[in-house]
């Protein structure tokens, strides 16, 4: 798979967050985190990890704050 495929993939999870149970979509990030670790992408790993554990203490601002910035950032890897 290109890398152009990858990070196309990263945002078409990054976008399917927005429905799912709580594990479902906790699940989705670390699953972006994972490709980003494997991109060499560690800084944006682990605002994947941030988003997550947003996520489970319940904080959706920054949940939301933290997948928009992934997608941005993602976004500029093309």
């Known amino acids: 798979m290109t890398a152009t495929a990858h990070i196309e993939q990263l945002l078409a999870t990054l976008n399917a967050t927005d429905v799912g149970s709580l594990d479902s979509i906790a699940d989705k990030m670390l699953q972006v985190q ?9 800084e944006l790993a ?3 990890e941030a988003a997550v554990l947003a996520l489970r203490r319940g904080d959706v601002a920054e949940f939301k704050r933290g997948r928009a910035f992934l997608q941005s950032k993602i976004g500029h890897l093309r």
Request: charged share 15%.
């Open 46 to 48: 682990a605002a994947a």
């Open 34 to 42: 994972d490709h980003l670790a494997a991109l060499d992408q560690a």
